[in-house]
Nanobody, 123 residues
Framework: QVKVVESGGGSVQVGGSMRLSCRVSGYAYSKYSVGWFRQAPGKEREGVATIWTPGDFTHYAEPVKGRFAISRDSADDTIYLQMNSLNSDDSAMYYC????????????????WGQGTRVTVSS
């Protein structure tokens, strides 16, 4: 059984930084993408960043390029999303998910999802 667990959300001021963590366990395939998505109230879920295992290919959505960084710690199979220069548009529920598809930021291509962690950016 696949298990996806996010952690690290909370409140931060505009311009601040935050790091989210995601642990995936029980996935049947050795090659897969782990993606971060977010959904703000009244808006559709959007892809933020994804990383492919093995090889660590990464892909980012335009609004977060240069500010967010996705990485993987192979020692404990944890995926991190480092978020810098946060602004109010980054406030959302952030979800981690797993997909057998390479490099996609399309939510429908992800099969297993975590419960989400909330990020609030305030001025």
């Amino acid at each position: 059984q696949v298990k996806v667990v996010e952690s690290g959300g909370g409140s931060v001021q505009v311009g601040g930084s935050m790091r989210l963590s995601c642990r995936v366990s029980g996935y049947a395939y050795s090659k897969y993408s782990v993606g971060w998505f977010r959904q703000a109230p009244g808006k559709e879920r959007e892809g933020v960043a994804t990383i492919w295992t093995p090889g660590d290919f990464t892909h980012y959505a335009e609004p977060v390029k240069g500010r967010f960084a996705i990485s993987r710690d192979s020692a404990d199979d944890t995926i991190y999303l480092q978020m810098n220069s946060l602004n109010s548009d980054d406030s959302a529920m952030y979800y981690c998910a797993v997909s057998p598809v390479f490099g996609s930021l399309t939510a429908s291509r992800y099969t297993d999802w975590g419960q989400g962690t909330r990020v609030t950016v305030s001025s």
